[in-house]
């Protein structure tokens, strides 16, 4: 969608927005050309710039395309994505790197750079998510969990569960009935934002709130075993603390956190967000493969199952405002500056 203003798409072009590109194009009247809002070229003067919905209103008014930033080719990009990613949807198995890049109409190597660049996953990372979106699913519906392996079409239980380990961080039928069989350790601690829990499977942390020690536990796995995570946890959990109260800091913790395949990609470019700065919902979607679905993006934030880790507070509306945030826009303000103040990014997810 394009930005409703003129001064929100020259801000986009100031600051060469990526995120921005495909969703207008930037025409400069005294050189006869149109760009993309990232172009690389040195800034026209504002009174020189005209901005059109797509390179044919462009073309119409009789500016031809820049040669540096190619502006026609990210719709082509969007679209060629946009097939495979359908091809991916409807497959009944993981196509091949080969069939998803003749879907899209590109080499193999330039369509799998091109997709990781705009969904911020593999083709076959996005993939998996599909199938295991699928598997979700059909736990929920299938009386076996062999039944639900062929349904959400693996090849068979061995390469379910090869899949399955790093994602699901307890058994498939564990995971479908509320964690049925499957065992999380808590603890509680102390922070300058109030009382907060840590969460952790054997895995990794699965949940990090404030507020609301042992329900948030109860609702999302009301058929675990919930276990006081005592002595056990206490590196963990002073290890999060100290996130918690420096959160532009860098650190490896693990995590055992799921998702669908655009949330997993949210959160990985928030992730990417340097520490002290935002990003706008509508850049969020953009950048992990759904150019528009700001709201889907905003609710991507607030699924969220480990708050500051996945620094979900980096996000705000497009119009500069904070959005909202579960866990109150105080404690999101604080966070951004005191992440402004350390001057570090914090890495996730590779």
């Known amino acids: 969608m394009m930005p409703e203003r003129d001064e929100e798409r020259w801000a986009a072009v100031l600051r060469r927005d990526r995120a921005m590109d495909g969703r207008f194009v930037t025409g400069v009247l005294s050189t006869g050309i149109y760009c993309r809002p990232s172009c690389a070229a040195r800034h026209p003067r504002r009174e020189n710039v005209r901005f059109f919905a797509d390179?044919?209103?462009?073309?119409?008014?009789?500016?031809?395309?820049?040669?540096?930033?190619?502006?026609?080719?990210?719709?082509?990009?969007?679209?060629?994505?946009?097939?495979?990613?359908a091809l991916i949807e409807r497959a009944e198995a993981p196509p091949t790197l080969d069939e998803m890049a003749a879907e899209a109409g590109y080499a193999p190597h330039h369509f799998h750079r091109l997709f990781r660049k705009r969904t911020g996953v593999t083709p076959a990372a996005y993939a998996r998510g599909v199938r295991a979106r699928r598997m979700e699913q059909a736990l929920r519906q299938e009386d076996r969990v062999t039944d639900a392996i062929y349904e959400a079409g693996y090849s068979g239980p061995g390469r379910f569960y090869e899949e399955a380990e790093g994602r699901l961080g307890m058994a498939p039928s564990a995971w479908r009935e509320g964690g049925r069989g499957a065992t999380i350790r808590w603890a509680t601690?102390?922070?300058?934002?109030?009382r907060m829990l840590v969460a952790a499977t054997e895995r990794g942390i699965c949940r990090l709130t404030f507020?609301?020690?042992?329900?948030?536990?109860?609702?999302?796995?009301?058929?675990?075993?919930?276990?006081?995570?005592?002595?056990?946890?206490?590196?963990?959990?002073?290890?999060?603390v100290a996130v918690v109260e420096e959160p532009g800091r860098a650190h490896d913790l693990p995590l055992d956190v799921r998702g669908t395949a655009f949330q997993e990609a949210v959160w990985r470019e928030l992730s990417r967000v340097p520490a002290g700065e935002s990003v706008s919902y509508a850049a969020?979607?953009?950048?992990?493969?759904?150019?528009?679905?700001?709201?889907?993006?905003?609710?991507?934030?607030g699924a969220n199952p480990v708050a500051v880790l996945i620094p979900c507070h980096r996000a705000r509306r497009g119009n500069g405002s904070p959005g909202g945030y579960a866990w109150g826009l105080a404690m999101k303000a604080e966070l951004l500056?005191?992440?402004?103040?350390?001057?570090?990014?914090?890495q996730l997810f590779g």
């Open 55 to 85: 390179g044919a209103a462009a073309r119409e008014a009789g500016l031809r395309p820049c040669l540096r930033c190619k502006p026609d080719e990210v719709a082509r990009d969007a679209e060629g994505v946009a097939r495979a990613v």
């Open 189 to 194: 601690a102390q922070t300058s934002f109030g």
């Open 211 to 240: 507020g609301d020690p042992r329900e948030v536990l109860a609702r999302d796995f009301p058929h675990a075993t919930l276990e006081p995570g005592g002595e056990a946890m206490a590196v963990l959990v002073a290890s999060a």
């Open 284 to 301: 969020l979607a953009a950048r992990a493969g759904k150019p528009g679905a700001a709201r889907a993006a905003g609710t991507a934030c």
């Open 337 to 346: 500056e005191r992440e402004a103040g350390e001057g570090r990014q914090t």
